[in-house]
């Protein structure tokens, strides 16, 4: 399993603002994902980010609106650009299990942020 | 569209009662199959998983799962609830066919009265 703890846990913000949501993971992994998880919603996939190379997004969710940093293998941010209340959300990032003995794809979930959009 | 499903949105069900949450999937080909549950307060942990072999899987503090491939299911169950397991349960899919992306059912809100 993995331990990955998120800043903030939780916010409030105005509108038009951006807030940057920190993941760090105690192991090193490959792939880390981010998903959002709207009020009384299932969680839905936003992107997955590899170190070295550009994240992969979902359809719906573009890199102006949700960049995304992956600077090693422990660490990944996500930022909410430009946001509204409609962006209102919690945010969780999650990762493959990083022993590398599960072929399956199995993740491990962050806590997750909670945003609040006035 | 490939989605996965769940039956439920919310049940209430008294402590020694029985629990079946349903879950169905559309995504053809392997797949794999797991139930994650959040605790009020807490985040998500994954209760149960079946990759292959035996379709009945036993998780966590006495759930089981059967995988059912001809009906497309993956229905988690207990035989006799606790207070404790107040939580919401979400159902979740990765398939070859996406690229083993991880897909979640609307999840299922359960209240056991004690």
């Known amino acids: 399993s993995a331990v990955i703890s998120q800043k903030p846990s939780r916010d409030i913000c105005q509108r038009g603002t951006s807030l940057t949501i920190q993941c760090q993971v105690d192991s090193q992994v490959t792939m880390m994902f981010w998903y959002r998880q709207q009020p009384g919603q299932s969680l839905t996939l936003i992107a997955t980010a590899n170190q070295g190379s550009e994240a992969t997004y979902e359809s719906g969710f573009v890199i102006d609106k949700f960049p995304i940093s992956r600077p090693n293998l422990t660490f990944s941010t996500l930022t909410v650009s430009n946001m509204s209340p409609e962006d209102s959300s919690i945010y969780l990032c999650s990762v493959e299990d990083p022993s590398g003995q599960s072929s399956y794809n199995e993740q491990f979930f962050g806590p997750g942020t909670r945003l609040t959009v006035l | 569209a490939q989605s996965v499903s769940q039956h439920n949105h919310h049940v209430i069900l008294s402590e020694a009662a029985s629990l079946e949450l349903g879950c169905n999937y559309s995504?053809?080909?392997?797949?794999?199959l797991f139930w994650y549950v959040q605790y009020p307060g807490q985040h998500l942990q994954l209760l149960l998983k079946?990759?292959?072999?035996?379709?009945l899987v036993k998780g966590i503090k006495g759930f089981e799962a059967e995988f059912i491939k001809s009906k497309f299911s993956f229905n988690l169950r207990k035989p006799s609830v606790q207070w404790s397991d107040t939580a919401e349960y979400f159902c979740?899919?990765?398939?070859?066919?996406?690229?083993?992306?991880?897909?979640f059912g609307a999840g299922t809100t359960v209240t056991v009265r004690a």
């Open positions: 079946y990759f292959s072999g035996d379709p």
């Open positions: 979740a899919v990765n398939a070859a066919s996406n690229d083993y992306k991880l897909s």
């Open positions: 995504y053809g080909g392997t797949v794999n």
